[in-house]
């Protein structure tokens, strides 16, 4: 990896995003709005971690004998706010599924085309005979479109072998990926992304397959921190959704569940019984499964892009909000329903599709993000004893990044401390390719 100066000192924000006091739970309501804009703001960061956020004259003062050490990064004129987080990808993958995008276009359903053999299933077969090398490859090139586009940390899912060969596969690119490469990749299994058609007529035998196989030797190599079901009607029932995720929990994987995306289906409501850390899609979600979700703290992540694709109504993100649910938003990457790694321009469609405003996209990008993946401590916001994680925008104010769409304003990505992105591209020296 690259070794620059141990110190970074980013100078004069135009806004610096702090975001601070929000790292022990993600922000609701009007708190989604809060966030802690400095004027002339500067951080200070050393050895990766960040040691100091105040006002350009305040650090200046506080480091004024030590200017010589550190690399200067001037944000003049520009927007600051913590690394981008991107809660819910499916990062590992083979396979391209454009001739769907046409088919959607002449009518076709999500649904018609998967039970055609579309779909997952037919990622699923690109990604089996797919060597490791080449997932990793494929992926590794994707994770630099992320970064270019101001993200730092990344989940990842399995789900695209639905049998034990595959879905190891994934999960130890996905492992590779996090150590090779400069964005931090946070794995989540989801074996449960579909059934197999050879379990069509079968699928509690699937399921027994998950509970008493798969997950347990998930949790025994380490491979993932969360477990992830396709709760919908075709896909998991609630009841088949709430064996895979409770035995998870009992082998120390945390819940998410993809929830009522295309008809309700009570997914919100499981996961608020099952104590999921987020509950994603939505667009579907029932009054009361908001309300239940608000009430313990789930995170509803949302992913207007795939609705965009998919040509169907976006989640009601203006009522999570307001009823108290924690929203974030998220790329939804994957080759089907979503395939871009804009994080920007998700954020673009909160603002135009969902009724959110530019305040709260940001917080559902950064730290509300984080928690979803249970890292509101470590990332997500600029606070002393965080990561080094920071997106700079070349744009004046946070209003203009929503108010300029589908236009990726990144300038520059600082991770661990590092400049790894300067000018909208990767430094060459960190041989991202």
Not at 55 to 61: I, K, R
Not at 72 to 89: F, I, N, Q
Not at 129 to 144: K, M, P, T, V, Y
């Amino acid at each position: 990896m690259l070794a620059l100066s141990k110190v970074i000192f980013i100078r004069n924000a135009n806004q610096l995003v702090t975001l601070q006091g929000s790292s022990q739970a993600p922000l609701v309501k009007e708190a989604m709005s809060e966030l802690g804009i400095i004027e002339n703001g500067s951080v200070w960061i050393e050895d990766g971690v960040i040691q100091a956020v105040g006002t350009d004259e305040e650090l200046l003062a506080k480091f004024e004998g030590r200017l010589s050490e550190a690399e200067v990064v001037d944000a003049s004129g520009k927007l600051v706010t913590p690394g981008l987080v991107d809660p819910h990808t499916h990062l590992v993958f083979a396979g391209s599924r454009e001739n769907e995008f046409n088919m959607r276009l002449q009518g076709a359903t999500y649904m018609d085309i998967m039970n055609a053999g579309g779909g997952i299933h037919a990622t699923t077969r690109a990604t089996k005979a797919a060597s490791h090398e080449e997932l990793f490859q494929a992926s590794f090139g994707r994770l630099n479109q992320f970064l270019r586009h101001g993200v730092t940390t990344v989940e990842a899912k399995s789900g695209y072998g639905m049998e034990w060969e595959t879905e190891l596969k994934q999960l130890e690119v996905a492992k590779q990926l996090n150590e090779k490469h400069v964005i931090d990749v946070v794995s989540t299994f989801m074996g449960a992304h579909a059934v197999p058609k050879e379990y069509k007529e079968n699928p509690d035998e699937f399921v027994r397959l998950l509970v008493e196989d798969m997950i347990p030797k998930v949790a025994e190599l380490g491979l993932a921190d969360f477990n992830d079901v396709f709760c919908e009607h075709g896909v998991f029932t609630p009841e088949q959704s709430r064996v895979i995720l409770e035995a998870g929990k009992r082998h120390g994987l945390i819940p998410k569940i993809h929830a009522d995306e295309i008809e309700p289906y009570e997914g919100a409501e499981l996961a608020a019984e099952v104590g999921a850390i987020s509950a994603d899609h939505l667009l579907k979600a029932s009054e009361k499964g908001m309300r239940a979700m608000a009430e313990q703290g789930v995170v509803g992540v949302l992913l207007p892009g795939t609705a965009y694709f998919l040509m169907a109504e976006s989640a009601n993100g203006r009522k999570m909000i307001d009823l108290g649910v924690p929203v974030a938003l998220s790329t939804d990457c994957n080759p089907g329903s979503s395939p871009t790694v804009s994080l920007p321009f998700i954020m673009n469609l909160g603002c135009l599709k969902m009724g959110m405003t530019p305040a709260e996209v940001i917080t559902a990008t950064t730290i509300n993000a984080a928690h979803a993946l249970n890292r509101g401590q470590e990332i997500g916001s600029l606070e002393v004893g965080k990561k080094g994680d920071v997106t700079i925008f070349n744009i004046e104010n946070y209003m203009k990044l929503q108010y300029s769409y589908g236009v990726n304003h990144t300038d520059i990505v600082v991770k661990n401390g590092q400049v790894v992105v300067r000018g909208g591209h990767i430094v060459e020296e960190l041989s991202l390719s």
